[in-house]
Nanobody, 126 residues
Framework: EVQLVESGGGLVQAGESLRLSCAASGFSFDDYAVGWFRQVPGKARERVACIWTPANKTLYKDSVRGRFTISRDGTKNTVDLQIDSLEPEDTAVYYC???????????????????WGQGTQVTVSS
């Protein structure tokens, strides 16, 4: 059974940093890319970052590039999202997702995935 469990969300002040973690199990990182998406109530879900570990390839939403860093921790079997210089506009529920290797780039652009976690809330106060 595929499981994606996010953690690390919380309430922080603007300018601070946060590290989200996605604990993945039930699938191989050789078969699936893992990405982070976020959603604000009433708005469409948007892509944030994605990693395809066999090729060490990362994709980012243009507006977060430079502040967000996605990485895989092989010892913990997690995919982490480091968020620096947080802004109130980063407030959202952040979801971890797994996308099949052959189509992950397109899936990431479309905001689609084969498996989703339950999400973790990030709230940034100004």
């Amino acid at each position: 059974e595929v499981q994606l469990v996010e953690s690390g969300g919380g309430l922080v002040q603007a300018g601070e940093s946060l590290r989200l973690s996605c604990a993945a199990s039930g699938f191989s990182f050789d078969d699936y890319a893992v990405g982070w998406f976020r959603q604000v109530p009433g708005k469409a879900r948007e892509r944030v970052a994605c990693i395809w570990t066999p090729a060490n390839k990362t994709l980012y939403k243009d507006s977060v590039r430079g502040r967000f860093t996605i990485s895989r921790d092989g010892t913990k079997n997690t995919v982490d999202l480091q968020i620096d210089s947080l802004e109130p506009e980063d407030t959202a529920v952040y979801y971890c997702a797994a996308m099949w290797r052959d189509s992950y780039a397109i899936a990431f652009l479309k905001g689609e995935a084969d498996y989703w976690g339950q999400g973790t809330q990030v709230t940034v106060s100004s």
